[in-house]
């Protein structure tokens, strides 16, 4: 059954003493990255991770015991690239890639799969000035925040590329892109499969992102008892969400993330 979209309260309520919340320390941390982590960018690569968030993600692992993972529609080695020398546990590419708390990477091969849909979608960034084709291997997305008029021929050839690949894959919509992606696995799997492994097992889910992606992961947090955060919700001109919980953007998601782990710290 789906969770019903309403508008979140203020997640500054799941620190404070008497919450009804799960207590902070018996948290498992799920982020998302752009939009959440950090702003989104003209273009995919140009994207800017302020200093200290690197530090303050790794001093939040080691509160919560390594419970804290990356769930991103980024590559393992972008976010890298974004966090060295961190090397945290992470879904990348939505969990076609991921890396697990021991360290142990795996990767789907769906590569060979998008040739014909990748041979379109090439033809129409071509002719549409302002778009751009991000080849992620196992997912292309198609970007179109240089070019809003490019929005309803995007979709069409969106939507044509995956009738070609049949019933394994969707379009996932996000801000200014369309994804082509397989059905599984998603935000929703990946929390799942983090959940089910050490030291995740036996945790409270809390997920927190800011795209319509995210709200898998959401749904999935709140089902097993956890909580769901939102980021920058209205700024996006998108009214609802099923995270119960919101905060107003990227920045008071870092003082928020700086007060999580005061609060980890103890008195
Ligand atoms: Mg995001």
């Known amino acids: 059954m789906k969770q019903r979209a309403h508008p979140p309260r203020t997640a500054w309520a799941l620190l404070e003493t008497g919450s009804a919340a799960p207590p902070a320390d018996s948290w498992a941390l799920f982020l998302d990255v752009d939009g959440t982590l950090i702003e989104i960018a003209e273009a995919p690569d140009a994207v800017h991770v302020d200093e200290g968030v690197g530090s303050l993600l790794a001093r939040l692992s080691e509160s919560l015991d390594g419970a804290l993972a990356l769930a991103s529609g980024r590559s393992l080695d972008v976010l890298d690239r974004f966090f060295a020398p961190l090397a945290l546990p992470a879904a990348g590419l939505h969990g076609l890639e991921r890396r697990s708390a021991a360290g142990e990477v795996s990767r789907s091969d769906g590569s060979a799969a998008l040739e014909p849909a990748r041979r379109d979608l090439e033809r129409f960034v071509d002719e549409h000035p302002g778009t751009l084709l991000e080849d992620k291997s196992v997912t292309l997305a198609l970007h179109y925040r240089r070019a809003a008029d490019a929005e309803a021929p995007a979709r069409e050839a969106m939507e044509h590329a995956r009738a070609e690949l049949g019933s394994g894959y969707r379009v996932q919509e996000g801000k200014m ?3 082509l992606k397989p ?3 998603n935000k929703r799997t990946v929390v799942e499969d983090f959940m ?3 030291p995740f097992r036996g945790r409270v889910p809390v997920f927190v992102g800011d795209d319509i992606t995210d709200e898998e992961g959401f749904e999935a947090a ?3 008892g956890g909580a769901a955060i939102v980021v920058g919700l209205e ?3 998108r009214r609802e969400s ?3 919980h919101g905060l107003g953007g990227v920045r008071e998601l870092h003082r928020w993330l700086e ?3 005061e609060r980890l710290a103890g008195p």
């Open 222 to 224: 709140q089902r097993a």
């Open 183 to 185: 059905h599984r696995p």
């Open 177 to 179: 892109v369309l994804e």
């Open 242 to 244: 099923v995270a119960r």
């Open 235 to 237: 700024s996006d001109g």
């Open 259 to 261: 007060a999580l782990r």
């Open 196 to 198: 089910a492994e050490a």
